[in-house]
């Protein structure tokens, strides 16, 4: 009995391919020597990092606000800016009991001294009215009448000695309450300032985020979208002070107790949107939408020591589980070759390209978004490696399957690979959508394990159809795959067929 070879529509120039996929590989490459991105960031299990411990700050008569409540709403806070600057398995953790209560931020590398100091901040943004502002130097001469009845003559002394040449008066605190008349310095310390109570606040900002002024020199600035609440403060606040003379005409942008910016209001603005200037740069601006868009902390916090920590995965234990990932990615190989013969150096190839592809990811990764790699992260791509060399095994089965039924290698090769990609989609979406559901509701060590796994499970799909499909579509024009030699892996032996002799 014989069977009739279909004609199949085959692979449009698979050699197309496997050059697209060469030149993104060189690409990739010379990206990481221009990025400087030569090694991959290593997380706290693997390298060790920075470690500072805050204490929460109890003014007279407020210990009561020092709850557990209170200490878990700011590591769930502090936790969403970490995650913001990217993926680096940070640890942010509430120690202690009661009043003594603190949080303990864990930064992996020696650059975590820039992540802490900015998940630290208290973020208490403020607007407050202008009401006398003058030079940071104090002068001998140097006294402010009262602008406004509402200021003390107690208030106006201490503006005229204000110094804002000196560090600590342009620290920034946080502690000022909302419903006092203040003393402040901008961040510069060139200018001091009286300001009126607060009358918007920064929890009623809904949006923040970083932008850039291309039309007026290239300057960064905040813009802020403020919710119901503060929109019509916002407004009301604008309204008032438009017809004001200087200074009581500017609004002040105070931030933990600094001014960042006093701009003058020409109009009102009651649309609820603002932007905050004052000679950022990108990094200050991102930094500071960041802070403000997850909210202030309930509470202030004393900064504590900043210090190394040591990894916490001991070097006998990475070596030993990197050499059983080792020992299992070379069994994988040797088993491909042993029962896939010649098939089996696609395997090998197409695991090569893979690693290839993640390695460089990795470092790329790690210095656009902070990407740090865990032995959880390893573990998500050995996992992933798996799923892949799976992929590897549908495909290749359904091709013997289709010479089986009597078509020639070619056209198995097509036909296989028809029926094959479903099963392979399907398989590789299931394991991205489980590592999506494990990104977005899991803390520490698993979102690594998640994000690794399903960027490892994508990378496979681009190298099954733009790698394995081509160079098999090529190898199948090969009399050495073609003819069924016994090394191949397509031999009667091999497919397991019996061919009956002549009479």
């Known amino acids: 009995m014989s069977t009739t070879n279909k004609p199949v529509k085959t692979a449009a120039r698979p050699g197309r391919s496997l050059a697209i996929l060469g030149l993104v590989l060189v690409a990739m490459t010379s990206l990481v020597f221009i990025q400087g991105a030569t090694s991959v960031h290593l997380g706290l299990d693997l390298r060790g990092g920075t470690s500072v411990t805050l204490q929460p700050r109890i003014a007279p008569g407020e210990a009561g606000k020092v709850t557990s409540e209170s200490i878990d709403q700011a590591v769930s806070i502090i936790r969403q800016r970490v995650n913001s600057l990217g993926v680096a398995e940070s640890e942010v953790t509430a120690q202690g009991s009661g009043t003594n209560r603190q949080i303990v931020i864990s930064v992996p590398g020696d650059t975590g001294r820039r992540v802490v100091e900015l998940v630290g901040q208290t973020a208490e943004l403020r607007f407050r009215q202008v009401l006398a502002s003058g030079s940071g130097i104090p002068a001998a001469a140097d006294t402010a009448a009262t602008p406004t009845s509402g200021v003390s003559a107690d208030l106006n002394a201490k503006f005229a000695t204000f110094d804002c040449t000196k560090a600590e008066n342009r620290q920034g605190t946080g502690t000022d309450l909302p419903t006092d008349t203040i003393v402040a310095c901008d961040r510069a310390g060139v200018t001091k300032y009286i300001l009126a109570p607060a009358e918007v606040l920064g929890r009623q900002i809904s949006k923040a985020s970083a932008g850039i002024d291309t039309q007026g020199g290239n300057a960064w600035y905040v813009s802020l979208t403020f919710n119901n609440e503060g929109t019509s403060a916002f407004g009301a606040l604008t309204t008032r002070v438009t017809t004001l003379p200087e200074p009581t005409n500017q609004v002040a942008i105070v931030l933990d107790g600094l001014v960042v910016s006093s701009p003058r209001i020409t109009e009102a603005i009651p649309s609820g949107n603002a932007q905050i200037t004052g000679s950022f740069t990108q990094l200050e601006a991102q930094d500071l939408a960041n802070v403000l868009k997850y909210g202030a902390l309930p509470l202030a916090f004393d900064r504590g020591e900043v210090q190394q920590i040591s990894p916490t995965l001991g070097a006998d234990q990475l070596n030993a589980g990197l050499l059983a990932g080792a020992l299992g990615l070379g069994l994988v190989f040797l088993y491909s070759l042993l029962y896939y013969r010649g098939l089996g150096l696609v395997t090998v190839g197409s695991l090569t390209v893979a690693g290839s ?147």
């Open 357 to 503: 592809l993640i390695y460089l990811l990795f470092l790329l990764l790690g210095k656009w978004i902070g990407f740090t790699l865990t032995l959880a992260g390893i573990a998500g791509a050995i996992v992933a490696i798996g799923v892949t060399a799976d992929s590897f095994i549908i495909y290749f089965e359904r091709i013997r399957d289709e010479v089986r039924e009597g078509r020639s290698l070619r056209t198995a090769v097509e036909t296989g690979w028809t029926r094959a990609r479903r099963t392979i989609l399907v398989a590789d979406f299931v394991s991205i959508i489980a590592a999506v559901i494990l990104y977005f509701f899991a803390v520490g060590g698993v979102r690594g394990f998640a994000f690794t796994l399903g960027l490892t499970t994508l990378i496979d799909l681009v190298v099954v159809f733009v790698f394995t499909k081509p160079l098999v579509s090529i190898l199948s024009h090969l009399s050495f795959f073609s003819s069924g030699s016994s090394m191949s892996g397509f031999s009667s032996k091999s497919l397991g067929t019996i061919v009956a002799k002549e009479a």
